[in-house]
């Protein structure tokens, strides 16, 4: 019996030792927490403070704050959603637009096939009729055709045809274009700047220019210039007499001799 209670008395005070000293840890913990806590409630207090001034400077409470954060997240969400399509549509432009400049480039190239088609038949036919007709071909530049389609889409803009002739003469449909969508589409004046500096015209007017046909076409209109403004083929057909060297009506002549030139179309 001595020895248990012996060992009783030494477990009860291993347990106050133990007690005592966890007693000891959790004052230490208790006063490092009342420490920090002394630190971070001034800033705390602080932000609380801009927090409630700043509820009151927009005239409501967190509840409302808190709807108006909301709704402001759905917005976003909503045009994030928007620009998907967008992005889309911009990851396509590059390979687009290796297309479309291979599809120009093509078409150049039969445009070229063809009025050389056209000339070498009219050679040909000058040959069958034994002199008697006289076939040519009447082509308009470039320029000329670039003029008539500029000038037709810059009505009402003020710019001054002495303007668009310079424009014409010593630029490129495709330098034009492409100069004029790069300012509209994708708000870079550098290239107008550069475009205006190789025409010899003021830059303003130039953006002008780019201004009204950005706001008064699709852009696909403006791109169309870029391939429509061709050189225009006319075959001219005149005949000639024993008595006279050359007569410029085809009216005089019979209706075969109209029809072999209706090959050339």
Known sequence: MKRVADLSIRAKSGLLDKFEEATRALKATKQQIE?????????????????????QK?????????????????????EQQRLVPVKQKSDQIKPVSLKRDAAIGSLKKAYEAYSRERQERCATLESESSGRLLVRISESSNVDEFRNRLSSLKKGSYVRDAEIDLICTKTTPEAFVRAIVRHGVFEKPESLEELAKTVGIEKQRMFTLSEFLKNE????????????????????????????RSSPSIA???????RQCSFLP
């Open 35 to 55: 420490t920090e806590y002394a630190k971070w409630l001034p800033d705390f207090q602080a932000a609380k403070k801009s927090y409630n001034e700043a509820v």
């Open 58 to 78: 927009e005239g409501g409470d967190y509840k409302n704050l808190a709807q108006k954060r909301a709704k402001l997240v759905k917005q976003i969400e909503a």
């Open 217 to 244: 076409y699709p852009v696909e209109k403006l791109l169309a210039l870029e391939h429509k403004a061709l050189r225009r083929i006319v075959p001219r057909l005149n005949t000639r007499s024993p008595t006279t």
């Open 252 to 258: 005089s002549r019979s209706d075969r001799s109209v």
